[in-house]
């Protein structure tokens, strides 16, 4: 990932009863036809306790994409709650896929943990509603605008 916010979180991991406040814009890459185009508001509370640094928080963030079904234009307005426990001293440096990968040493790299957050919460297939008829599969025609004279199955 090209983007990087990197927050130094060794005073919370020296043991004190401290808490540390992190409120930042960060970038989403564009995943899956589904792009992010303004920065996401990230708001992270992080503790150290019992040897687990405890991250809560909040990242808002518009989705813009085509509806799988239709083709439309899509927005959505993306919230996620953060409610994450993770051990900083088990290994992340070397596994990009580890459970610990968004940590370079006592440091916290926000726009990946952002990134991450906020593609777990997308859905697999992005829809303009629920009520989505989709497309004709003969003529085409968007069935939510308009009905066809194609002859039915």
Known sequence: MTRSHKV??????????QILVVDDQVSIEE??????????????????VDR?????????????????????DVVREVHVDIDERFDPHAGGD???????????????DVADLAQQLVLSAMPMGV???????????TCGTNLNASTCSCVGE
């Open 8 to 17: 130094d979180i060794s005073g919370l991991l020296g043991g004190g009863r």
């Open 127 to 137: 829809r303009c509603g629920d009520g989505c008829k989709g497309l004709c599969g």
């Open 31 to 48: 995943f899956e036809g589904i792009a992010f185009p303004k920065p996401a508001a990230v708001h992270l509370e992080m503790r150290y």
């Open 94 to 108: 070397g596994d990009p896929f580890g459970e610990n990968n968004v940590f370079t040493g006592d440091r916290l």
């Open 52 to 72: 687990l640094l405890h991250i809560e928080g909040t990242i808002d963030v518009r989705a813009e994409g085509h509806c799988d079904s239709c083709l439309e």
